[in-house]
């Protein structure tokens, strides 16, 4: 990280420490046992409120973020950030956007978003819903070379799978397909558009969605 980065940073974990001062002031004077600044900071910038101080999500149709791969949410927090920049290149490229978060993304710095990612990505993830055995549904075949045999990706640009709230999961894939069926561009008010996830998505037929976000948010996640 560069030095602007490490200053601001520093700026704050300086500034978070002050608000919650009385809880932290041994920590936040003593610099070999500085806290992560992360905590504090999502909740300072609201992130907590639905997507919980621990990164487990409040509502069904918000994401788990606890234990998610760390590049992964630096792209997509990129992505709703880029959403109302009016950058012409936004057609052509791996998008997203989504009216509330787009807002909270709009005046993130990469700083800002090293933290709170940093922060999530390292939180021990626990299961909301689980079955006894889940079993694969057939479609979930196709998605093991990227997300993992488990739904526990081995590349840090691709998301983990295990573990994440159904309702989102179901919505995610469905968002993928729908931009892919109208087109480039921003059609809605939310939307998705990815170039190696999106053709995914586009082969899934009957019941497919709905039984692999089933599955997929019934598998241990780590
Ligand atoms: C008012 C509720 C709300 C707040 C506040 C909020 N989010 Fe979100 N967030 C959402 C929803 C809803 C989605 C899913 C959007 C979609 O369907 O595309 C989401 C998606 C995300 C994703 C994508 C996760 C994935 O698995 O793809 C990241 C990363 C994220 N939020 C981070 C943050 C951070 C960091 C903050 C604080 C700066 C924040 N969010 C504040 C509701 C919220
Ligand atoms: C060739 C690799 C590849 C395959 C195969 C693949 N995916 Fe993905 N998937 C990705 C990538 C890359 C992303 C991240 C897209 C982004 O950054 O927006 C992703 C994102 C997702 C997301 C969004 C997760 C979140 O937290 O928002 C879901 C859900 C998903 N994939 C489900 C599936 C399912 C189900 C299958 C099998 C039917 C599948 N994928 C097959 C590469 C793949």
């Known amino acids: 990280m560069n030095t602007r980065g490490q200053a601001s940073i520093r700026l704050i ?3 978070a420490c002050g608000a919650v001062l009385a809880a932290t002031l041994v920590a936040c004077t003593d610099s070999a046992s500085e806290p992560p600044p992360g905590k504090a900071v999502v ?3 609201g992130c ?4 919980g101080t621990f990164g487990i999500s409040i509502n ?3 994401p788990n973020l606890a234990g998610q791969k ?10 709703f950030r880029q959403a109302d920049s009016g950058d012409p290149k936004f057609a052509e490229m791996a998008r997203r956007y989504f009216g ?3 807002a909270k993304a709009k005046n993130l710095s990469d700083e800002t978003i090293d933290v709170l990612t940093t922060y999530y990505s390292s939180q021990s993830c626990s299961l909301t819903q689980r079955a006894k055995e889940p079993v694969a549904p057939k479609a979930a075949g196709t998605c093991v070379p990227c997300h993992g045999t488990d739904g526990i990706s081995a ?3 691709i998301p983990n799978l295990a573990g994440q709230r159904r309702e989102y999961i179901e919505i995610q894939l469905r968002a993928f397909r729908r931009e892919g069926e109208r087109g480039f561009g921003k059609n809605e008010d939310s939307g998705r558009f990815h ?3 999106t053709p995914q998505a586009m082969k899934l037929q009957g019941t497919d969605i709905p039984e692999l976000a089933e599955y997929y948010s019934h598998l241990s996640c780590k």
């Not at 907590?48 to 997507?51: G, K």
């Open 100 to 102: 509330m978060m787009n």
């Open 43 to 45: 909740e300072t910038h």
């Open 70 to 79: 760390k590049d992964y949410l630096v792209n997509q927090l990129r992505s």
């Open 48 to 51: 907590a409120e639905c997507h």
């Open 13 to 15: 974990l300086f500034a």
């Open 60 to 62: 069904p149709r918000y």
């Open 155 to 157: 590349d840090s640009e």
């Open 195 to 197: 170039p190696v996830m």
